[in-house]
């Protein structure tokens, strides 16, 4: 029997809203890639939050990890990675 852990639960959930949700960006759109799995999801902007893009999809409203997705739309958040120094 297959034990489903919640990392793979969340994948599969991305990657069946990817297949019912179009790849193209227009006004007012962005697309999230999640270049790791090949997965891109597109829908309209409603906030950076958290350090995540709120997405509203025809699956519903998605809240997205920035660090984890490249973004294409005139909407993205340019995310700054902050050095650390150990002393």
């Known amino acids: ?3 489903l852990t919640m990392c793979t639960l969340c994948t599969f959930s991305i990657f069946v809203i990817a297949l019912i949700t179009p790849a193209s960006v227009t006004a007012n759109e962005m697309a999230l890639t999640f270049e790791e799995q090949g997965v891109t999801i597109a829908g309209q902007y409603a906030g950076f ?3 995540a ?3 509203v999809t025809t699956a519903g409203t998605l809240h997205v990890p920035a ?3 490249k973004c294409q739309g005139v909407d993205c958040v340019e995310i700054l990675a902050v050095a650390t120094q150990d002393n």
């Open 1 to 3: 029997m297959y034990k």
């Open 49 to 51: 939050r958290e350090n």
């Open 53 to 55: 893009y709120v997405l």
């Open 67 to 69: 660090n984890l997705v």
